[in-house]
Nanobody, 124 residues
Framework: QVQLVESGGGLAQPGGSLRLSCTASGFIYDYRTIGWFRQAPGKEREGVSCISSRDGSSYYVDSVKGRFSISTDNARKTVYLQMNSLKPEDTAVYYC?????????????????WGQGTQVTVSS
């Protein structure tokens, strides 16, 4: 069973940047896709970005387009989420999951067990 560990969260000011990492126990290309999700207090978990391990195609939810960028480093077995121009509404716990998205569609209910996630707080 794949193990994914999120890291890189923290406190950022509005307009600032953070880079999140999702490190896998196996090779990234063992999975069709890797998705980033987030859950803010009192809200449902939502898909943020998805990347195909086959061809590198990437997808973003409208609220982060132009600000976030997803990428993979197969040698490091890591998927990154570069977050720029952060806004207070980006504040959430961020999670990654394998084979939980396809194109611009996200399937969080298919994930039986989530990791601990990494907290992102955007505040002045």
């Amino acid at each position: 069973q794949v193990q994914l560990v999120e890291s890189g969260g923290g406190l950022a000011q509005p307009g600032g940047s953070l880079r999140l990492s999702c490190t896998a126990s196996g090779f990234i290309y063992d999975y069709r896709t890797i998705g980033w999700f987030r859950q803010a207090p009192g809200k449902e978990r939502e898909g943020v970005s998805c990347i195909s391990s086959r061809d590198g195609s990437s997808y973003y939810v409208d609220s982060v387009k132009g600000r976030f960028s997803i990428s993979t480093d197969n040698a490091r077995k890591t998927v990154y989420l570069q977050m720029n121009s952060l806004k207070p509404e980006d504040t959430a716990v961020y999670y990654c999951a394998a084979d939980s998205c396809s194109g611009g569609f996200y399937f969080p209910s298919t994930i039986e067990s989530w990791g601990q996630g990494t907290q992102v707080t955007v505040s002045s």
